[in-house]
């Protein structure tokens, strides 16, 4: 067989044929393949069109594995692909946890959720930046390269996220605008793991087993993310989310002290999650609610904020 992802096969294990490749059923921007080798051994195949993301998300996965006791998948190799980008990754056995998160005992989702708590909290412990915004690869490692006013950056972040909102927010703008303007203090950018949720995480035997990816990834404040990460972990997948917040946030005090969120924190983080880089409406819960029922999920923790 020729083409993807059998030519990069040949490139990072010469020795080895591909004996079946599968398309995973949730995915991202990377076209990801799952490559059964004819040893029986399962790698994680992907390629982009954009190479210069993909360097910083696998810079970043490394650093992460070196620097952190936050499980991530073994990065094999990484290179270029004529004007894109690839990379292979272990597979690392398991579930995705997305399917899996909200059937769980209520003692196994409050051990995870301090889990993400513990994972984040150590994040912010091993990654600091002197700007904030988009993180690149740069000579001496990871950079930020926005500006270095939490004020500008901020009101840009959350303005980008309210201008995304769709019709059915429409009468929720103005407020949200307001709510979100001159943001208090002058926090140290840290690490902001964009997707650091159970959709992104692989579970085995009831605790995290890795999490995969790791794209898109900004310095911020530590508030922000904590706002977002317990969203995401937390209001996404429950009714009575107090217990998994709680977990969460004993998992972080754990490592460091939990730092002070600010309600124009909590509002940016529900924004930036509630629609996605395709402009459509994210899909809460599992099973996902999608149309009416999406918009009231999201509508209802804004206006419970505002």
Not at 156 to 181: N, Q
Not at 224 to 243: F, T
Request: hydrophobic share 40%; glycine share 8%; with cysteine.
């Amino acid at each position: 067989m020729t083409g993807y992802p059998h030519e990069i096969v040949r490139s990072t294990h010469p020795e080895r044929a591909v004996a079946a490749v599968e398309t995973p059923p949730e995915g991202n921007r990377k076209r990801t393949r799952l490559v059964t080798l004819d040893d029986g051994r399962r790698v994680v195949v992907q390629r982009t069109d954009d190479p210069a993301a993909l360097a910083v998300e696998t810079r970043l996965t490394r650093e992460i594995a070196d620097r952190t006791a936050v499980p991530v998948p073994a990065v094999l190799e990484c290179g270029r692909d004529g004007a894109g980008g690839y990379r292979t990754v272990e597979c690392v056995a398991g579930e995705n946890l997305h399917t899996r998160f909200a059937s769980l005992p209520a003692v196994d989702r409050r051990r995870l959720a301090r889990q993400f708590g513990r994972f984040l909290a150590e994040l912010h412990g091993a990654f600091t930046f002197e700007r904030f915004g988009d993180i690149a690869v740069a000579d001496d490692g990871l950079r930020a390269g926005g500006p270095a006013d939490w004020s500008e950056w901020f009101g840009s972040h959350a303005s980008a996220g309210i201008d995304a909102l769709p019709a059915p927010f429409a009468d929720l703008k103005r407020a949200l605008r307001e709510a979100v303007a001159s943001p208090a203090g002058d926090p140290t950018p840290r690490l902001y793991p964009w997707d650091l949720r159970p959709g992104n995480t692989v579970a085995r035997d009831g605790e995290v087993a890795a999490v995969p990816d790791w794209g898109e990834p900004l310095a911020a404040s530590a508030g922000l993310s904590v706002a977002k990460v317990e969203h995401l972990v937390a209001d996404w997948y429950v009714d009575d989310p107090g217990p998994l917040r709680a977990a969460f946030r004993a998992g972080y005090r754990s490592v460091r002290p939990l730092p002070a969120v600010t309600r124009a924190e909590r509002l940016a983080a529900v924004v930036r999650s509630a629609v996605d880089a395709d402009g459509e409406v994210t899909r809460p819960g599992y099973p996902e609610r999608t149309g009416e029922a999406a918009v009231a999920f999201h509508r209802d923790r804004l206006e419970s904020l505002l």
